[in-house]
């Protein structure tokens, strides 16, 4: 559906711009940078993204930085105007984030030589933890922001992005 076709009040409840605070982020393998990139376009292909406590209209211009423990969703308007910013305890993340990585790291090394019965299985597992992180992330955000289902699991993945120290 283009944006054309959504009601206005859609429209204007989406994000068009997400970036990453990469001062956070020390180094990527190929593999997490193409999950990174697959995620940002995912999102700004379809999302919805209604920030509660915020005033101002959207659509929204996100940044993802990690801060004392949180996650910072610096919201702007669609002309760069901050509108304030929306913070998330990410201590409940924690295990689900290393989860996430060990799976991702079996992912990645079965895709090079494991057979598809094994990956398919190992990829099922991956997306039951994606699935459960992002409802996790909409039960946080609530009486913050509301997303649907499909931005939060692409939200994960940035989040996850964020965690990368090594």
Request: proline share 3%; glycine share 6%.
């Amino acid at each position: 559906m283009s944006d054309s076709e959504l009601p206005e009040t859609d429209a204007n409840n989406r994000i068009v711009a997400i970036e990453l605070d990469e001062r956070t982020v020390i180094w990527r393998n190929a593999d997490v940078e193409q999950e990174r990139r697959v995620a940002i376009f995912d999102i700004l292909e379809g999302n919805s993204f209604c920030p509660v406590e915020i005033a101002g209209s959207g659509p929204w211009r996100l940044k993802l930085r990690v801060e004392e423990g949180r996650l910072a969703m610096d919201v702007s308007d669609a002309g760069g105007r901050e509108a304030g910013s929306i913070l998330v305890q990410l201590s409940p993340f924690r295990r689900t984030v290393r989860e996430y990585f060990a799976i991702c790291d079996s992912y990645y090394k079965a895709i090079r030589n494991a057979a598809p019965s094994a990956i398919e299985t190992i990829d099922m597992a991956r997306r039951g933890i994606h699935n459960d992180a992002a409802n996790m992330l909409m039960e946080r955000l609530e009486g913050k922001a509301e997303v649907d289902f499909d931005t939060a699991r692409r939200l994960f993945t940035l989040i996850c992005v964020l965690h990368i120290r090594q």
